[in-house]
T-cell receptor
Framework: AQSVTQLGSHVSVSEGALVLLRCNYS??????LFWYVQYPNQGLQLLLK??????LVKGINGFEAEFKKSETSFHLTKPSAHMSDAAEYFC?????????????FGKGTLLTVNP | DAGVIQSPRHEVTEMGQEVTLRCKPI?????LFWYRQTMMRGLELLIY????????DSGMPEDRFSAKMPNASFSTLKIQPSEPRDSAVYFC?????????????FGPGTRLTVL
C-alpha cells in the first residue's frame, strides 16, 4: 500500500519568497508521484508529475519538484511566490507499472501568500 | 475543451432524501473516478470505472451509495437515503487510459449539504 505525508497543513510566505511544500511518501514499489493544486471552489489541477527519467520535474506556473528516492521525498518548490499561488496543494502517489489507477492523496497544504 | 462537467454545483437536502450527482467526463477518456473530499478524511476515491464498467468500488461507504455509468459520456452517483455525515464535496475526474501515469482531470465538484 502507498501513503503520503505532507508536512505542514498550512504554509505562509511573503510575496517573492521561496515556496517549499514538503511531501514524503511510502511505497513498496517504485512510485509515480504527483502534485495537484486546488484553487477555492474548484477541482484539482495537475501541477507536475514524476514517472520515470529525470528526477527534477518542472511543472506549470514556475513550480518544480525533485524525486529523492533515498529520502522518499517529493518536495514542491517555487523560487518566488506570487499572490496567485495562494491555494491548497496536494501530493499524491500511485504504484508504477500496469494499470495502477488508484491515487493516494496527502491531506493537503494550504499556501497563503502575504503581500 | 469543456473539461469535466458536474451538476449540480451545490445541493442542499434534508436527511432521508435521495440525492443524485451527475458527471460528464472529457470526450475520449475511458476512465472515470468519483471522489469525496471532507476536512476530516481528505480526498477519498469512492469508485473507479473503466470503459463504463465499475472496476473498484471498495471506497463506496455503504449500500446507501450507488454509481452508474450507462455510457461513455455520463455517470451518476446516488445517495439514498442521505444522512448529515454525507455532507462533503464530491468530485468526478476522468483520464484517458486509467493508467497510473495518467493525469486525472477533475470537475469543479458538487458541494452537498445534508440537513
Amino acid at each position: 500500500a502507498q501513503s503520503v505525508t505532507q508536512l505542514g497543513s498550512h504554509v505562509s510566505v511573503s510575496e517573492g519568497a521561496l515556496v517549499l511544500l514538503r511531501c514524503n511518501y511510502s511505497s513498496s514499489v517504485p512510485p509515480y508521484l504527483f502534485w495537484y493544486v486546488q484553487y477555492p471552489n474548484q477541482g484539482l489541477q495537475l501541477l507536475l508529475k514524476y514517472t520515470t527519467g529525470a528526477t527534477l520535474v518542472k511543472g506549470i506556473n514556475g513550480f518544480e519538484a525533485e524525486f529523492k528516492k533515498s529520502e522518499t521525498s517529493f518536495h514542491l518548490t517555487k523560487p518566488s511566490a506570487h499572490m496567485s499561488d495562494a491555494a491548497e496543494y496536494f501530493c499524491a502517489v500511485t504504484r508504477s507499472g500496469g494499470s495502477n489507477y488508484k491515487l493516494t492523496f496527502g491531506k493537503g497544504t494550504l499556501l497563503t501568500v502575504n503581500p | 475543451d469543456a473539461g469535466v462537467i458536474q451538476s449540480p454545483r451545490h445541493e442542499v437536502t434534508e436527511m432521508g432524501q435521495e440525492v443524485t450527482l451527475r458527471c460528464k467526463p472529457i470526450s475520449g477518456h475511458n476512465s472515470l473516478f468519483w471522489y469525496r473530499q471532507t476536512m476530516m478524511r481528505g480526498l477519498e476515491l469512492l469508485i473507479y470505472f473503466n470503459n463504463n464498467v465499475p472496476i473498484d468500488d471498495s471506497g463506496m461507504p455503504e449500500d446507501r451509495f450507488s454509481a452508474k455509468m450507462p455510457n461513455a459520456s455520463f455517470s451518476t452517483l446516488k445517495i439514498q437515503p442521505s444522512e448529515p455525515r454525507d455532507s462533503a464535496v464530491y468530485f468526478c475526474a476522468s483520464s484517458s487510459k486509467g493508467q497510473g501515469s495518467d493525469e486525472q482531470f477533475f470537475g469543479p465538484g458538487t458541494r452537498l449539504t445534508v440537513l
